[in-house]
């Protein structure tokens, strides 16, 4: 009977655990809420009337609400490209980052959408304006996160 409780346990808690895309998820969550919120306060100042139709939309009461709501779209649209190995997961967790090497790869990407060798939706050139003019979307899971969508939006390798 121990043995039945056990077993039953053991497959109860691998039933329950997260996939790796779900753990990504988490591990993506705060930048991709970050990414949305500033994505909001784009729409806000430049196009005021998507902004309020968005509010509208998705029951938002003030752009961080809004972006909180487009950080988890923007997980679930870019859910294939975000989710991570085994050791990226570990490596991310550790708060381990090749930051070196993902700026010279967003710098590929940037060049190659400066030269009109791929096109960007709104929150791609988001992401180009705010690599380019903040350091806080140079480092770290930002920077993962934002090199990701772009390659995604690119066709980039």
């Known amino acids: 009977m121990r043995l039945t409780v056990a077993v039953l346990m053991l497959l109860a808690?691998?039933?329950c655990s997260k996939t790796s895309a779900?753990?990504?998820a988490d591990l993506f969550g705060p930048a991709a809420e970050k990414l949305g919120v500033a994505q909001a306060a784009d729409l806000k100042e430049k196009y005021d009337k998507a902004y309020q139709q968005y509010l509208k939309e998705t029951g938002s009461k003030d752009e961080v609400e809004l972006g909180r709501k487009l950080g988890k779209q923007h997980l679930k649209h870019y859910a294939t490209v975000l989710t991570l190995s085994e050791a990226e997961e570990k490596?991310?967790?550790a708060g381990k980052f090749n930051d070196?090497?993902?700026?010279k790869k967003m710098n590929e990407l940037i060049s190659k959408f400066v030269d009109g060798q791929g096109s960007a939706s709104m929150i791609g050139r988001l992401i180009i304006l705010k690599t380019q003019?903040?350091?806080?979307w140079n480092?770290?899971?930002?920077?993962e996160l934002a090199l990701r969508i772009l390659k995604s939006?690119?066709?980039a390798n």
């Open 13 to 15: 808690g691998v039933s």
């Open 153 to 155: 939006e690119l066709g």
């Open 139 to 143: 480092t770290g899971l930002q920077l």
């Open 22 to 24: 779900e753990r990504s």
């Open 100 to 103: 070196v090497e993902n700026r």
């Open 133 to 136: 003019t903040g350091v806080e």
């Open 91 to 93: 490596d991310f967790n």
